[in-house]
T-cell receptor
Framework: DVKVTQSSRYLVKRTGEKVFLECVQD?????MFWYRQDPGLGLRLIYF???????EKGDIPEGYSVSREKKERFSLILESASTNQTSMYLC?????????????FGPGTRLTVT | AQKVTQAQTEISVVEKEDVTLDCVYE???????LFWYKQPPSGELVFLIR??????QNEISGRYSWNFQKSTSSFNFTITASQVVDSAVYFC??????????????FGDGTTLTVKP
């Protein structure tokens, strides 16, 4: 079974802190994604990566950066956390080119910024 | 532009009732893929079904069924004889050719289904 894991289920940080959210997948998937989920707004794509060291902005990249040094790991970085970044963060992965594949999701990290 | 609309924000039913979750999509492409995902209270989205644009056959899996109609750009999801365990947020998603290689889908806002005992 494909497994996507996220480093924390719950995280509380202070305004201005640098925050790292880690995501690891174990199925050699090329594509990885970071979303945030807020009530009434569905899933919004922050960044995605289709290969090691490759990244592209999603719909709401402001205030975030990402890192993909290894194929299995995709990190989301909040350079200076703010209260409006309090949210549920979901990581997902999917195989690369060659067809339309469903996304495999991690359990999510609920981040609270105080 | 690609868009997915789930007009029903929240639905509440009593156990054993049938319920239909609506999904309407927009795309100019003739080849595309539609998905449904379930997000139970535990938080992890789980894939339910994928449909490509050339296959309009309805699908049934146990109590779940899906009705894909290109004429109305809809891909609706019906749960028959609902159960409390069906309580979750359900997302409809669209994947189109330009995004296929990157696997990037666009998601609807989700429908929260509550099934009461």
């Amino acid at each position: 079974d494909v497994k996507v894991t996220q480093s924390s289920r719950y995280l509380v940080k202070r305004t201005g802190e640098k925050v790292f959210l880690e995501c690891v997948q174990d199925m050699d998937h090329e594509n990885m994604f970071w979303y945030r989920q807020d009530p009434g707004l569905g899933l919004r794509l922050i960044y995605f990566s289709y290969d090691v060291k490759m990244k592209e902005k999603g719909d709401i990249p402001e205030g975030y950066s990402v890192s993909r040094e290894k194929k299995e790991r995709f990190s989301l970085i909040l350079e200076s956390a703010s209260t409006n970044q309090t949210s549920m963060y979901l990581c997902a992965s999917t195989p690369g080119s060659g067809g339309a594949h469903e996304q495999y999701f991690g359990p999510g990290t609920r981040l609270t910024v105080t | 532009a690609q868009k997915v609309t789930q007009a029903q924000t929240e639905i509440s039913v009593v156990e054993k009732e049938d319920v239909t979750l609506d999904c309407v999509y927009e795309t100019r492409d003739t080849t595309y893929y539609l998905f449904w995902y379930k997000q139970p209270p535990s938080g992890e989205l789980v894939f339910l079904i994928r449909r490509n644009s050339f296959d309009e056959q309805n699908e049934i899996s146990g109590r779940y069924s899906w009705n894909f109609q290109k004429s109305t750009s809809s891909f609706n999801f019906t749960i028959t004889a609902s159960q409390v365990v069906d309580s979750a947020v359900y997302f409809c998603a669209l994947l189109w050719p330009e995004s296929t290689n990157a696997g990037k889908s666009t998601f609807g806002d989700g429908t929260t289904l509550t099934v009461k005992p």
